[in-house]
C-alpha cells in the first residue's frame, strides 16, 4: 500500500482524535470481507476497490433565530453513517453534527485528508442536512449555501458557498464514483448541469466514471420533516436499500432508481397529508466529460438477490419552476418528536470498530441457524412452523398498502397472504432483534424476532389479517409481543407488512 495512503490515514485517524468526541470516525477492518463487498466484487470484478463517506448533519443552530434548529439533521446523519457502515460495505466514514461539523473540520477533510486517499478505483460519498440558504449577488446572479451551526443569517463567510463546493466535487474527479447529497433546498446550482435523460441500468454502463450531485430541492422550496426524520433522507435510504415498495428487486440499485423511488415516496406523502409538499429532489452533472456512468448501491439487503442485466429504464424527475427565495422556516409538517440523537464516543479517539457479521439474511447465516433457511428468490422458511414468510418494504405503510402488497406479491410463486396474530406470535423471540425499530423519545424500539427479518427496518408492526372497523385495523407490535389495533392509515405508528403461507403452497 503506498505510502501516501498510509500517512493520509494516520491523519484522518489524528485529526479525528483530536476532534471532539461528537465526531465519529470509522475504519473497516483491512480483513474483514462481507456479503456486500463480495458482491461487489462478483459483479463489477476489480472496477471497484473502497467507499468513502463524509457525512454531516447540522441542526442545532443557536446563533440567529432567523435560523430555527431543526430536529433531524443530527440523528439522520446518525441513520446515514449506520447504513453505510452496516449495510453498504462503506470502509471509511467520518460524521460530524452540529457544532463539531466546524467549517475548518470540513475543509480540512475534503481539501486535504480524502483526496489524498481517495483513488482511482474507489468510491466517495459527501452527505450534508441541515438549512440551506439562496444569496442574491449584485450581478443579478445567485448562490446557494450551506448553513453550519455557528452562523447566522448573514454571516456567508461561515457557511458553505457553492462555488466552494463545486471545488470540492473537482478534488474528487480521480475517483471512480463521487456523489454528493444534499439535504436542504437552496438555489445557485448553475455551475451544475441537471441530469434529466433517461438512461438503460446496465452493468457496463454503471461501472463506468459518474461524478453526480443530489440534492432535496431549489429555491423556495424546504425539506419536510415527520416523526423526527427528515422525509428525503428516510426516502433515500429506503430506495437505496432497495426496501422501497416501488423497488425493481435487483441486486444493484443505481442513482436515477433512488431518484424515482424518492419521488414518488413524495407523492404518497403528498396524497397522504393532503398537501402540497413543495420538494423537487434533483440529479445534477458535477462533472460534464467522462462522466457516463452512475452511482449504485449494493446493500446486506440486496446482495443475495440473482444478478441481472435489467431493462428497465428510469423516468426523469419532475422539474419544479422555482418559486423565489424564501427565508428558512420550521417545516411545517412536522408532529411532535424527538431530540437528536447525538454522536458521543467514549473517549475523545475516534471509534475504529471491525465490520459487523452480515445480517442473518445471508447463506452464511443460514448454515448457522437451522430453524430459518432463506431462499434465493428471498422467502425465510420456518421450519419450526412450516410457514413461510417474505419480508415487505422497510416502507411506512397503511393497512391498504399492505393488503394491496400482498396480494399483488409474485414473489417464490405467489399465493401470499397477511398474517393472523397467531403466525406473527411464533416469530417473537425476547432475547432476538431485527431492524433498528421505531425511534422515539431518544430510543430505538426494534422487533424482537430473529434477525434474519433484518429487512423490516425502521419497523416494530406488522399489519394483519382483517379489515377495518371505524378506521382502526388489526396489527401486531412485535416489540412488546402484543395484538393491537390502531389507525389503518398508519399515522400512529410505521407498520411493515409480512407476507405468509404454508410451505409448499404455491
Known sequence: ?????????????LAAGSADARELAYVRQQDTADAVRQAVSQVFGSTFNKSYAVVIGVGNYRKDPRLPSLSAPASDAVRMHNFLK????????????????????????????????????????????????????????????????????????LMIDMPRLRQWTENFFSARHSL????????????????????????????QPAHH????????????????????????????????????????????EVLVQINKALDRKRAEVRDEIKMTPRIYYSRIGNNSGEFFFITTSTAMRPTQESDNRTS????????????????????????????????????????????????????????YIPEPCGSIKDRQTNLEWYVGPDDNLSWSDASSWVRNLQSCGGNWSLPTSQQVATLFDPAKTAGTGYFTAGKNFPAHIDP???????GS???????????????????????????????????RAFGVREIGTR
Open 316 to 371: 426523469p424527475s419532475p422539474q419544479a419552476t422555482p418559486k423565489g427565495d424564501a427565508p428558512p422556516s420550521a417545516p411545517p409538517v412536522p408532529p411532535a418528536s424527538p431530540a437528536p440523537v447525538p454522536l458521543v464516543s467514549p473517549a475523545p479517539t475516534p471509534h475504529v470498530s471491525p465490520s459487523p457479521a452480515p445480517p442473518a439474511q445471508t447463506q452464511q447465516s443460514a448454515a448457522l441457524n437451522a430453524r
Open 1 to 13: 500500500m503506498h505510502l501516501r495512503y498510509w500517512f493520509a490515514l494516520c491523519l484522518l485517524v
Open 461 to 495: 408492526w406488522i399489519w394483519l389479517r382483517g379489515g377495518r372497523t371505524g378506521g382502526k385495523s388489526p396489527a401486531y407490535n412485535l416489540n412488546q409481543n402484543l395484538s393491537v389495533q390502531f389507525s389503518s392509515d398508519g399515522s400512529e405508528f410505521p407498520a
Open 180 to 207: 454528493f447529497l444534499i439535504d436542504a433546498c437552496f438555489s445557485g446550482l448553475a455551475a451544475f448541469e441537471p441530469k434529466s435523460e433517461v438512461e438503460r441500468k446496465t452493468l457496463s454502463r454503471l461501472r
Open 86 to 157: 452496516d449495510e453498504a460495505g462503506f470502509d471509511y466514514i467520518v460524521t460530524l453534527t452540529d457544532e463539531h461539523a466546524s467549517k475548518s473540520r470540513i475543509e480540512e477533510l475534503m481539501d486535504k485528508v480524502l483526496p489524498s486517499m481517495v483513488g482511482p478505483s474507489d468510491r466517495f460519498l459527501f452527505y450534508f442536512s441541515g438549512h440551506g440558504l439562496t444569496r442574491p449577488l449584485a450581478d443579478g446572479q445567485k448562490r446557494g449555501y450551506l448553513a453550519l451551526a455557528d452562523a447566522t443569517r448573514d454571516s456567508w463567510n
Open 213 to 256: 450531485l443530489l440534492t432535496a430541492g431549489t429555491e423556495g422550496e424546504q425539506s419536510f420533516i415527520v416523526n423526527g426524520e427528515s422525509l428525503f433522507t428516510q426516502a433515500f435510504l429506503s430506495a437505496a436499500r432497495g426496501n422501497s415498495a416501488y423497488s425493481t428487486g435487483d441486486l444493484y440499485v443505481s442513482l436515477s
Open 452 to 458: 434474519i427479518f433484518s429487512k423490516i427496518g425502521a
